[in-house]
């Protein structure tokens, strides 16, 4: 599968953005799919996950209940809406899927990634 994530940009701390992450190939619902970000010097590091029938969802400890996670699969997209923004979020956000089930942990096993968004919060 490849991948291909936009909507990232510049906004104001307390902001919102939709990333949009759209996929190839026919059999996407057979993918669980992810969110990561990454900052320069840092690894790259959870931000939520989905489960192929998107019943299930995971979020990383600092998201806090600011951030959903959704997909359309008849669509072969996953969305990240991110709400109340802070500086902190800055970052390189990457899409990624693995393909099956969740089994373990639903922060690791990603196979496939995308190019990554630039997502900057001002101040």
């Known amino acids: 599968v490849q991948l291909q994530a936009s909507g990232g940009g510049l906004v104001q701390a307390g902001g919102s953005l939709r990333l949009s992450c759209a996929a190839s190939?026919?059999?996407?619902?057979?993918?669980?799919m992810a969110w990561f970000h990454q900052t320069p010097g840092k690894e790259r590091e959870f931000v939520a996950s989905i489960s192929r029938s998107g019943g299930a969802t995971y979020y990383g400890d600092f998201v806090k209940g600011r951030f959903t996670i959704s997909r359309a699969n008849a669509e072969n997209m996953v969305y990240l809406q991110m709400n109340s923004l802070k500086p902190e979020d800055t970052a390189v956000y990457y899409c990624?899927?693995?393909?099956?089930?969740?089994?373990?942990?639903?922060?690791?096993?990603?196979?496939?990634w995308g190019q990554g968004t630039q997502v900057t919060v001002s101040s």
């Open positions: 190939g026919r059999t996407f619902s057979a993918y669980t």
């Open positions: 990624a899927a693995k393909f099956g089930a969740i089994i373990g942990s639903p922060r690791a096993g990603y196979d496939y």
